[in-house]
T-cell receptor, first 113, second 111 residues
Framework: GNSVTQMEGPVTLSEEAFLTINCTYTATGYPSLFWYVQYPGEGLQLLLKATKADDKGSNKGFEATYRKETTSFHLEKGSVQVSDSAVYFC????????????FGTGTRLTIIP | DAGITQSPRHKVTETGTPVTLRCHQTENHRYMYWYRQDPGHGLRLIHYSYGVKDTDKGEVSDGYSVSRSKTEDFLLTLESATSSQTSVYFCAVGPSQETQYFGPGTRLLVL
């Protein structure tokens, strides 16, 4: 079956540091890949997505590239802000995006000023 | 934003009592989902619906039932609440299986 593995947290960084949160996946066929963000006390929001190999999703300064050869979709941001403190979830939808989402366990990110 | 509301937002109940959580949407999306979120487990799918009266089980459906009699409402019932069902419950809705919009969550404590 489909599965997502993301780096365990918590991750603590100083403001303006470079961020990487690793995500790898196992899926048959051609999944679509997603990053969701959950701010304190809220539900999840879609941050970015990529639907085919070598696609780059981007939003709010965050980027992730769909790497089929390494089955990875790592989240990066060049300079984090305190407002980026949240829990980040990697997810996939199999069969060209026609299946339910499978989520990773989440990575809690804390940015200190 | 799919105009999703969940009620109640917080609930404390006792072991053995039935509990019903409601998810309401204003956009008439076809798909609706119930997840639970627990530390170390991320989000786990309980049940989902792909249309009125069309529902199916997710990975952690034991002890839960759902109903969808109208497009806009998806109810989750804990038939006899247990302490292991203490969790944060999220509803999600969307026009397709890969596109999901999440509600604000319901925090449930079973004593």
């Amino acid at each position: 079956g489909n599965s997502v593995t993301q780096m365990e947290g918590p991750v603590t960084l100083s403001e303006e540091a470079f961020l990487t949160i690793n995500c790898t996946y196992t899926a048959t066929g051609y999944p679509s890949l997603f990053w969701y963000v959950q701010y304190p006390g809220e539900g999840l929001q879609l941050l970015l997505k990529a639907t085919k190999a070598d696609d780059k999703g981007s939003n709010k300064g965050f980027e992730a590239t769909y790497r089929k050869e390494t089955t990875s979709f790592h989240l990066e941001k060049g300079s984090v802000q305190v407002s980026d403190s949240a829990v980040y979830f990697c997810a996939l939808s199999g069969n060209f995006g026609n299946e339910k989402l499978t989520f990773g366990t989440g990575t809690r990110l804390t940015i200190i000023p | 934003d799919a105009g999703i509301t969940q009620s109640p937002r917080h609930k404390v109940t006792e072991t053995g009592t039935p509990v019903t959580l409601r998810c309401h949407q204003t956009e008439n999306h076809r798909y609706m989902y119930w997840y639970r979120q627990d530390p170390g487990h991320g989000l786990r799918l309980i049940h989902y619906s792909y249309g009125v009266k069309d529902t199916d089980k997710g990975e952690v459906s034991d002890g839960y039932s759902v109903s969808r009699s109208k497009t806009e409402d998806f109810l989750l019932t804990l038939e006899s609440a247990t302490s292991s069902q203490t969790s944060v419950y999220f509803c999600a809705v969307g026009p397709s299986q890969e596109t999901q919009y999440f509600g604000p969550g319901t925090r449930l404590l079973v004593l």
